[in-house]
């Protein structure tokens, strides 16, 4: 990965508790600026094609108890 130095103005406050963070976590800051720099650049990206999510048939429609139903059966299976 090649980084690329820029300046960017921040609230005193946002800094302070990136700072508190950062020592907290044994980080350095700048780790964390480029975490929600890149964060940040995710959250911006767009796709042009059409994801291909699958559909499913359950031979009807299903309600919130059906949903709830299979949640719990799936977490007492565990």
Known sequence: M?????TVM???EDLRAVKAIAER???PEAE????????VAL???RWDDDWAIPEFDF????SAD?????????????
């Open 59 to 62: 031979g009807g429609p299903v």
């Open 25 to 27: 976590e044994g980080r």
């Open 43 to 45: 959250r911006g990206r």
């Open 2 to 6: 090649v980084l690329k130095r820029t």
């Open 66 to 78: 059906d949903v709830g139903a299979a949640v719990r059966d799936g977490i007492s299976d565990t």
């Open 32 to 39: 964390l600026i480029r975490e929600a720099f890149h964060l």
């Open 10 to 12: 921040v609230d005193e």
